[in-house]
């Protein structure tokens, strides 16, 4: 049963079961199969946004080489308890391969605490084991498990990339679609492409591609913001990126942030550096604040007015 609703899920079921199939990050790919050849696994901490194929090239690894694992979801389990009782029963007993790799994924969600157990047990047991782990938010890990580990940021593949992988996707599915509507889908959920790929297959309507207005207006928020801070009209900016956050209601801007940043020497206009810092700040606020809506348009208000 529990293949069969696998199979049903186009990001599990198109999961890249080969580095060659693995989209993005070539230097990273040309470094992991080096180490398969080799033999010799480090401890790894792999970083970057969400959805941008962290656990997929961790599992990659385990099924290329030789070795017993057992796999984490650190944000269900994060206690010390995990750490001390689960994560090292396993490295310690017999296992039928020589090495064990222990993956530890979202660990930015494990606690100081079970940080600090599992910086014990990654020196422990280092003869035979290696652990992998993966995280969105590298400065939630503690600097004596960072030392520890061969560290990777993981880049998103770019827009194309993802387009071509998604069109693959809706050819081998025989989903009929137009290239725009591909584009919109992409546009809405890049770089995390989990959540691409999962829009396209809601979007599936009697083996068509069939994108409904919300989708379109997500999709176009990011740019209309970008095209509005260009403006330099201050007195109504505010009052239209407000109206087009309420209309498009998006409760993610993870994207919207890194987007921003990106383009920043288009829409800075000698503030580059002061934009930066704010950005920064309110990125960092958006983790933990109750209503993101109201962060995202106090990081607004301080921007307007420093590039008008």
Known sequence: MEKEIKNTLWVEKYRPSSLDSYIGNDHLRSKVKLYLESGDLPHLLLFGRAGTGKTTLAKLLVNNIDCDYLYINASDENSVEVVRDKVKNFASTLGFQEMKVIILDECDYITPNAQAALRNLMETFSKHCRFILTCNYVERIIDPIQSRCQSFQIIPPDRKQVAVHLGNILTKENVTNEIEDIVTIVNGGYPDIRRVINAAQRQVVDNKLVIDEGMSIQSD?????????????????FKNIRQLLADSKVTDFSDLFRLLFDTVDD?????VAECILVLAQYQQSDAVVVDKEINIMAMFIEIIGKIK
């Open 221 to 237: 928020y990011k740019n209309q913001v970008l095209e509005i801070l260009k403006t330099q009209d201050k007195k109504n900016s």
């Open 267 to 271: 829409w800075g206009r000698g503030h």
